[in-house]
């Protein structure tokens, strides 16, 4: 039932009646009644003032009079506050909406809706992922939730960086360094071993340049002049030419990484439909660059690299392929892109990527679309998020200053285990509560994550994250649980929870209406998040909900109430509720308990 769209119809009815206006009633100016106003939705008159001739008080008592009238089974009362009509909906509207609660609605993808293909992730295979990546996975695998239950195709694919300069760097380190160290020999995750090796060639790296920095050259041309720097860029070349060594150790390594993130991965709840490897697509890239030369959209210098010329587009030259014919990240995308539409014809491609790349998007879609006119250009999106910062300061991989995922995983879980045994407020067996605790404490990484709009810079508080008042995961958990063991109670004392039939007179207290108003704007919510690729807008409804039931749960009755009809609502009303705590929490990739 949509209550904004059957009232924009009415009102549409009667502004043609009264004036022969015809108009669609947009709904922004239809929206829900704030609440220190009596009403249940608002419509603001005042754009429609001109054409009808009427004062803005007039319009909206006319239109109020003849909602009430001619609509008195869905509209019980109207007052007007400067132009602001407010519209009081019968209480039978809002209990047919518990009344429809109980049905089993089942969502699947529509086929008339858009193919969307989402990128996120993207990690390097010389690091384990850190907590800028858990943003980027997390807020990657909501949005393709989101997407999915407003029913479109969701494909979800990742891109792994495993070839380039700063590959070579953990290899020749490792190679060097590394006296054959294996993630066995060292008792450590694959991903973490080579992540140990790229710290070590930054700080071999610094010995080598500070000679050259002390003899005046600036700290770029002394890191070309290092030799440990040469000998990565012509491990690179020979990585280009299949050289055999080099791609053994490079397999090696990389086939490390893979089994480290594939725990890191499945410990946060992300998994891919396709996984692609910049190794396979550069070559693509390449070819499309050719392309370009051949067609003159790109240009080569007298040093043999390619560009693109992009002034006349208000931007300025770019680097398609380096003079020893080595590919940049924009040759990989090109090729990625162009793999991705044969592959799967998406209507629109969106890519998590930070904030620091909106230049590169701009450009790639620019190339795509203005300079190749290929078909897909249009349909690439960039779902540009902010930073995450921490209290110390910025993340430096090469500098080992990262705060690595595993570690932070388990850090929350600790922390979920140290608050909740201090708090005593559960008594499980070790294995249940192990699993609590891990729900809660990636329940609650998650969730401080995810509330934050994603373009904004966040900062990043495990204590806070864990709070059991707050505005937290464990909040919303204990909530759930909390509205579950009611239900149990019911069921256990045999107390029916369904509503036989709805009385025309039956009377709604303040926080049953709320609440009720509340649940029934989910639908809303999800729709708006999904066509801002947006997950925060979840978490905070999610977080609205939870406080409007306890405030509910604290102000009414509900195993005290003698009517039976009335406690079997209030009992449906509490069962709504856990089912769309339980089903928005799932959007963000958290799961709630059943008990606690």
């Known amino acids: 039932m949509n209550l904004q769209q059957t009232l924009a119809s009415y009102i549409q009815k009667i502004l043609f009646e009264l004036y022969e206006y015809e108009v669609d009633i947009n709904f922004n100016t239809l929206q829900k009644t704030k609440k220190e106003f009596e009403g249940d939705f608002t419509f603001v008159v005042f754009p429609y003032v001109k054409a009808t001739r009427k004062s803005p008080d007039y ?12 609509y008195a089974e869905m509209v019980k009362g109207f007052n007007v506050i400067k132009g602001f009509l407010n519209i009081v909906l019968q209480e039978d509207v809002w209990l047919k909406i518990i009344a429809e609660s109980r049905k089993q ?61 700063h590959i070579c760097k953990s290899m020749l380190a490792w190679q060097k360094f590394g006296n054959n160290e294996t993630p066995q020999s060292a008792g450590i995750k694959g991903d973490h071993l080579v992540g140990k090796y790229y710290v070590i060639f930054d700080k071999e790296l610094k010995k080598e340049s500070s000679e050259w920095v002390s003899k005046g050259f600036s700290e770029e041309e002394a890191q070309k002049k290092s030799l440990l720097m040469q000998e990565a860029q012509t491990m690179l070349r020979k990585w280009e030419e299949n050289d055999p060594e080099v791609k ?104 998590v990527v930070g904030n620091e790349q909106n230049y590169h998007f701009d450009v790639l879609k620019l190339i795509l679309d203005k300079k190749l006119h290929k078909e897909y250009g249009k ?43 201090a708090l005593g407020k559960f008594n499980f067996e070790e294995q249940e509560a192990s699993e609590l605790y891990e729900m809660l404490g990636m329940g609650a ?24 008042n707050g505005n937290t995961a464990p909040f919303i958990q204990y909530t759930h649980a909390r509205i579950k063991s009611l239900l149990r109670k019911a069921e256990e004392n045999e107390i029916a929870c369904k509503v036989v039939d709805f009385l025309s007179d039956f009377t709604l207290g303040n926080p049953e209406k709320e609440l009720i108003k509340l649940l029934y704007e989910y639908d809303a919510v999800l729709e708006n998040a999904a066509n801002m690729l947006s997950p925060a807008l979840i978490a905070n409804y999610v977080f609205e909900l939870a406080k409007e039931f306890n405030r509910f749960y604290q102000e009414i009755p509900i195993f005290k109430e003698t009517d039976k009809q009335q406690r079997a609502l209030r009992l449906q009303i509490a069962a709504h509720c856990a089912t769309t705590v339980k089903k928005a929490m799932k959007l963000l990739g958290i799961d709630v308990p059943e008990r606690m």
């Open 105 to 165: 609605k089942v969502e699947s993808k529509d086929p008339q809706k858009p193919k969307i293909l989402i990128e996120y992730s993207s990690p390097n295979t010389n690091k384990p992922l850190h907590l800028g990546h858990v943003r980027n996975n997390l807020l990657g695998n909501a949005v393709a939730n989101i997407l999915e239950a407003c029913g479109n195709r969701v494909v979800r694919v990742n891109l792994v960086n495993d070839r380039g300069i």
């Open 445 to 468: 990484l998650k969730y401080f994550i995810l509330k934050v709009d994603p373009k904004k810079n966040m900062l990043f508080n495990p204590e806070e994250s864990i709070d059991f």
């Open 248 to 351: 053994k150790i490079w397999t090696q390594m990389n086939g490390w990484v893979y089994e480290g993130f594939e725990k890191t991965y499945k410990r946060l709840g992300i998994h891919f439909d396709k996984i692609y490897y910049e190794s396979e697509t550069y070559l693509s890239g390449k070819q499309i660059v050719e392309e370009g030369l051949n067609s003159g959209v790109f240009y080569k210098k007298e040093d043999g690299s390619v560009w693109v010329d992009l002034s006349g587009e208000g931007l300025d030259e770019k680097l398609l392929l380096r003079s020893d014919g080595t590919s940049v990240y924009m040759t990989q995308d090109l090729g990625t892109a162009q793999l991705r539409y044969n592959e799967y014809q998406p209507e629109k491609m969106i890519y």
């Open 59 to 70: 319009l909206a008592a006319e239109i109020g009079e003849k909602l009430t009238a001619e």
């Open 379 to 421: 349909t690439i999106e960039h779902l540009s998020y902010g930073m995450v910062e921490l209290p110390f300061g910025k993340m430096k991989s090469r500098e080992g200053t990262v705060v690595d995922a595993d570690d932070l995983m388990e850090a929350m879980f600790q922390e979920a285990k140290a608050t909740s045994e």
